[in-house]
């Protein structure tokens, strides 16, 4: 620990344990209050001072008790005003989502990431959290016609690793093969068999979830990962969207859709057998989607901002009464 880190330490226990003002602090410290501020501020983003807040049980309990009883995963709802960016919005979940995981990662454990645009948000949230042992797998390809996938995919594998200071394991393989044979064979090879092992070896999953139709355009299907030729006939098939670029449907199905066998992705079945499995969604207009991973019963965990819990039990509650009716 260097000299400001032991400044900030003891400004930090003082101001936040032991509730003594800035203007204490700083005749303690011999400094003056803007850098005791200062020193706060550090405290924080190195991960000195962690921060969680908790919504009263009165609120919360709504959501989350609804979402635990109507699909059995344990819930952190993310209140969002009225009138916040999809931006702002998907900021302040990823944020509780980032606190999250670093409250369940241990030492030694291995984590498989899923790349796209909610995991990187996430990703930029992350502050340093000093866990030894970590790995961070990515857990589907990234690669297209266009990209390589690695100035995306790699970021966000090698933001989080670098948080818990731990090592990245990246997955050089496209996100959808061009033939079902060719990806048969690649995942034969020995280098490509050390990324899965590792995958196989995960205690933590970490993924958003794709939408056809999310106010954000997923990086899916914005960036020339499947053409549009594809994507319409994906939806014939009545897809709604993908889990670590796996297609589904809104009732949880994806066995049977054809694109899937090219998939690089690990199927829901794959992905359940991790144990701790964080999904993160952010607005209403995923709720289909998420509608589908919730039916395959791949979340385990959801942080999920208000408005999308609201939407996704109103959809589930509105099949389940023309279902009775």
Known sequence: MNDRDSMAHTAASMYHLQGKTMETIAQHLKVSRPTVSR?????QNTGIVTITVNQPAAFSSILQRKLKEVFGVSAWVVEVPPGTTRIRRLQEVAKVAAAHLTSVVQAGDTIAVAWGNTTAEVAAQMKPAHVPGVTVVQINGAGAATTTGVPHAGAIVSQIAQAFEGHSIHF???????HEETRQALVKER???RVLTAQQQARIALFGVGSF???IPSHVYSGGYLSNREIAMLEEEGAVGDICTVIIRADGTYQDITINRRASGPSPANLRRIPVRICVVSGKSKSVALLGALKAQVPT???ISSDAAKEVLRIEADHAWSQVH
């Open 172 to 178: 050089p393989v496209p996100a959808f093969f061009d």
């Open 213 to 215: 139709s999310s106010e």
């Open 301 to 303: 965990d959801l942080i």
């Open 39 to 43: 020193l706060l501020t550090y405290a």
């Open 191 to 193: 280098s490509i068999q």
